[in-house]
């Protein structure tokens, strides 16, 4: 179990960085598929070029978006929601994943509503990069640390 203060604010940004710069990943390849699958009348050639550029800027701006939005999420809601679990004695990687995505959804259909309604549609994508920062937290705090073998005798 993470220890330090440090630590567990190390754990935070790596899962916050994770969870941002998957959401960047994701709007980067919605925003190429989506252009691509409808190039227009500039030709596929442009449409791939055109992808690449718009789908980094979509990829830049879903990160700027979403990394406060889940710093947020992971202070308000998963601290207390490790609490519950670490006092619980629920500490597997599948508790700590799947909890983390369904409040990831729920926090997202609520924001996208919030902000821009009728796009709460696509929360349920959300569920990755919450899974993977509830995954990173349990695999810095819970993973077995294998000690290192022992010298020969």
Same mark, same amino acid.
């Given at each position: 179990?993470?220890?330090?203060?440090?630590?567990?604010?190390?754990?935070?940004?790596?899962?916050?960085?994770?969870?941002?710069?998957?959401?960047?990943?994701?709007?980067?390849?919605?925003?190429?598929?989506?252009?691509?699958?409808?190039?227009?009348?500039?030709?596929?050639?442009? =449409?791939? /070029?055109?992808? #690449?550029?718009?789908? !980094? *800027? &979509?990829?830049?701006? %879903?990160?700027?978006?979403?990394?406060?939005?889940?710093?947020?999420?992971?202070?308000?809601?998963?601290?207390?929601?490790?609490?519950?679990?670490?006092?619980?004695?629920?500490?597997?990687?599948?508790?700590?994943?799947?909890?983390?995505?369904?409040?990831?959804?729920?926090?997202?259909?609520?924001?996208?509503?919030?902000? =821009?309604? /009728?796009?709460? #549609?696509?929360?349920? !994508? *959300? &569920?990755?990069?919450? %899974?993977?920062?509830?995954?990173?937290?349990?695999?810095?705090?819970?993973?077995?640390?294998?000690?290192?073998?022992?010298?020969?005798?």
């Amino acid at each position: 179990m993470i220890k330090s203060m440090s630590d567990r604010l190390g754990t935070l940004i790596i899962a916050n960085v994770l969870a941002a710069s998957t959401t960047a990943g994701m709007s980067a390849i919605g925003m190429w598929i989506s252009i691509i699958v409808s190039p227009g009348e500039t030709g596929l050639g442009n =449409a791939l /070029g055109g992808g #690449l550029l718009f789908g !980094l *800027l &979509a990829a830049l701006y %879903g990160f700027i978006i979403s990394f406060p939005v889940y710093l947020v999420g992971l202070i308000v809601v998963g601290i207390p929601t490790w609490w519950i679990l670490h006092n619980s004695g629920r500490t597997s990687v599948g508790a700590f994943s799947i909890t983390a995505a369904i409040e990831s959804v729920i926090a997202g259909a609520i924001v996208f509503r919030l902000l =821009a309604p /009728g796009t709460e #549609l696509a929360a349920p !994508l *959300l &569920a990755i990069p919450g %899974g993977l920062a509830g995954w990173i937290i349990w695999r810095r705090s819970y993973r077995p640390l294998t000690p290192p073998p022992a010298p020969p005798s």
